[in-house]
């Protein structure tokens, strides 16, 4: 069971990117897959995260809702992140994270609205997303 996070880069501020998180040994379908944050310095954030396939809920932390959208492509076991209108408070390691059980991952939240880390058990590594003032 692999997941693969990729896309990460340096932006502008006010400028867009698209995070993948390529799944391997497994199918995403079944899963609930999040997307983390962590920035220098600070302790990882629960950034988005979306049911498993047929149900498909998405959730968002209000620091991102509205400019961050995650997706599933079961085609290509593969889900995104797309990531609008970036601010500099964007800045961080990104990580994709699954969770063989999606019901109770998408039920608990964090203060600020995100998925809870423990609640899922697999990881990728990190993509850095850099954005420039």
């Known amino acids: 069971v692999q997941l693969q996070a990729s896309g990460g880069g340096l932006v502008q501020t006010g400028g867009s990117l698209r995070l993948s998180c390529d799944a391997s040994?497994?199918?995403?379908?079944?899963?609930?897959i999040a997307w983390f944050r962590q920035a220098s310095g600070k302790e990882r954030e629960g950034v988005s995260c979306?049911?498993?396939?047929?149900?498909?809920?998405?959730y968002y932390a209000e620091s991102v809702k509205g400019r961050f959208t995650i997706s599933r492509d079961n085609d290509k076991n593969t889900v995104y992140l797309q990531m609008n209108s970036l601010e500099p408070e964007d800045t961080a390691v990104y990580y994709c994270?699954?969770?063989?059980?999606?019901?109770?991952?998408?039920?608990?939240?964090?203060?600020?609205?995100?998925?809870?880390?423990?609640?899922?058990?697999?990881w990728g590594q990190g993509t850095l997303v850099t954005v420039s003032s």
């Open positions: 979306i049911n498993f396939s047929t149900e498909g809920r998405a």
């Open positions: 994270a699954a969770s063989a059980s999606p019901i109770m991952a998408t039920m608990i939240f964090d203060p600020n609205g995100g998925p809870l880390a423990p609640n899922y058990e697999f």
């Open positions: 040994g497994f199918t995403l379908d079944y899963y609930a």
